[in-house]
């Protein structure tokens, strides 16, 4: 007779060891005053023999002590986020919180069905960095009282009270001044996904530095993709395929910036003699890639933590009010610019 893999359950434990399930729990849950020490043993040895794991979901609901998490993120492939994620699980666990990671694949809809699965299983709090830029469940999750901060992307919903990301617009302005100053007149802008607030505000640094240059703003000069190696290649491309006149790139983040790099070398083009280009992130693939990217460092981990502790203090009473954490961001110049000095 092949063994079956069984599902055992309480009653089965109470079963076995002649008990009542109110005992077993106590036991499992090391409460067991009023439990004579040789049926506690008896149990626990029942509950071993059998590999009885008791289903945490299920006392969560009981004992409304899930002490779990939810964490969406928009990209598990982006270097980037497995930082954020590294930051709030340390933070979490530390606390005594198990996280549930959820990839919404930049998808809004995907991102949608996570957030309603996450209220349905009742998870203590919610951090999310959105695929979009406003999100439609976040009114659900205040009617659930499941408190929720939002982290990295900022979201234009009237409900978000808690926040942690960097500062896009001061940091670019500054990225793209440098390249002003090393005489650049014709700077290409490559965004990445357009619907986030993120590229957005990267995008109004841009523009707002060019115009304070006074250097006129081309359209020719500025492209839109996604956050990624082939996009940030393919937005090159664009550029060279219209004869579009440029001699430096600020990215929307590295992953554009490695992507731009490569279809650079694909066509002759020297950098940082023929191009200078600025990413932003700081991922590790970025400093260590050939040219070393000169880019836009996140402090992500500090990031992801201050949105862990600002989710905790919420649900532990300790927060009570709106809190807006915007953490400025360090221009790091390596080789794809000429002057290192920023
Ligand atoms: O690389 C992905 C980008 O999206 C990062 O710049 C991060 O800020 C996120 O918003």
Request: with cysteine; net charge neutral.
């Amino acid at each position: 007779l092949g063994l079956t893999w069984l599902r055992y359950t309480i009653s089965d434990i109470a079963r076995i060891a002649n008990v009542s399930k109110a005992t077993v729990s106590r036991v499992i849950n090391n409460k067991s005053e009023g439990v004579s020490e040789e049926t506690a043993q008896r149990i626990r040895k029942i509950i071993n023999e059998l590999g009885y794991r008791p289903n945490t979901l299920a006392r969560s609901i009981v004992n409304s002590k899930a002490k779990m998490l939810g964490l969406v993120i928009p990209d598990i492939t982006n270097p980037f986020f497995p930082q954020l994620v590294r930051g709030i699980e340390d933070y979490a666990n530390s606390c005594g919180y198990t996280v549930f990671l959820c990839n919404s694949d930049n998808d809004p809809k995907k991102e949608e069905r996570y957030l309603l699965s996450l209220i349905d299983k009742r998870v203590d709090g919610v951090i999310l960095a959105s695929a979009s830029s406003h999100s439609s469940i976040l009114d659900q999750m205040n009617n659930y009282k499941i408190p929720f901060v939002i982290v990295d992307r900022p979201l234009n919903n009237e409900s978000v009270d808690l926040c942690v990301y960097a500062n896009n617009y001061n940091v670019v302005y500054a990225a793209v001044e440098h390249l002003i100053r090393s005489g650049h007149k014709r700077i290409a802008f490559l965004g990445g996904t357009k619907n986030v607030i993120t590229t957005n505000e990267r995008y109004e640094g841009y523009k707002n530095v060019i115009k304070d240059a006074n250097i006129p703003l081309r359209k020719s000069l500025i492209r839109f993709g996604d956050y990624s190696i082939i996009s940030g290649a393919e937005m090159v491309e664009s550029l060279i395929e219209n004869n579009t006149d440029f001699t430096a790139i600020m990215a929307g983040n590295d992953l554009i910036a490695i992507g731009a790099v490569k279809t650079l070398k694909k066509r002759g083009i020297r950098i940082p003699e023929d191009c200078e280009i600025i990413g932003f992130d700081g991922i590790e693939i970025a400093e260590i890639f050939d040219p070393s990217i000169s880019t836009v460092v996140q402090p992500v981990y500090e990031i992801a933590v201050e949105s862990a502790k600002l989710l905790l203090g919420k649900i532990n009473g300790e927060i009570t009010s709106p809190r807006k954490i915007i953490v400025e961001p360090t221009l790091v110049l390596r080789t794809t610019t000429r002057n290192n000095t920023p």
